[in-house]
């Protein structure tokens, strides 16, 4: 069991940029990967980054948030960020963090893989 906190949510100007943070319970080590979701009202949840926690830290993305989106971790804090740059107001979203441990279903951005979800940040994007 992991309990995940997601912060660092707000409203931002188009162009702007922000940092999430998640912060775990507990060591990872290398038993997970970490996701970040997001979800807008109306749409299905969206995977957007993973990044395994052991040695490496391969990281996945969606096609959509290339190049803008960044997943990263400190293992010594337990915590995943997720820096997005050049905010738009379609990246307005709750965005959730969540744990897989199933490792081999690495690289999945599939809601369903993950078995561990924080309660979400609002990110809201607007002039």
């Known amino acids: 069991q992991v309990q995940l906190v997601e912060s660092g949510g707000g409203s931002v100007q188009p162009g702007g940029s922000l940092r999430l943070s998640c912060a775990a319970s507990?060591?990872?080590?290398?038993?997970?990967?970490m996701g970040w979701f997001r979800q807008a009202p109306g749409k299905e949840r969206e995977g957007v980054a993973a990044?395994?926690?052991?040695?490496?830290?391969?990281?996945y993305y969606a096609d959509s948030v290339k190049g803008r989106f960044t997943i990263s971790q400190d293992n010594a804090k337990n915590t995943v960020y997720l820096q997005i740059a050049s905010l738009k107001p379609e990246d307005t979203a709750m965005y959730h963090c969540?744990?897989?441990?199933?490792?081999?279903?690495?690289?999945?951005?599939?809601?369903?893989?993950?078995?561990?979800w924080g309660q979400g940040t609002q990110v809201t994007v607007s002039s």
């Open positions: 507990r060591y990872m080590g290398s038993r997970y990967y």
């Open positions: 969540a744990a897989n441990d199933r490792l081999w279903l690495r690289g999945s951005l599939r809601p369903a893989d993950f078995g561990y």
């Open positions: 990044i395994y926690t052991g040695a490496g830290g391969s990281t």
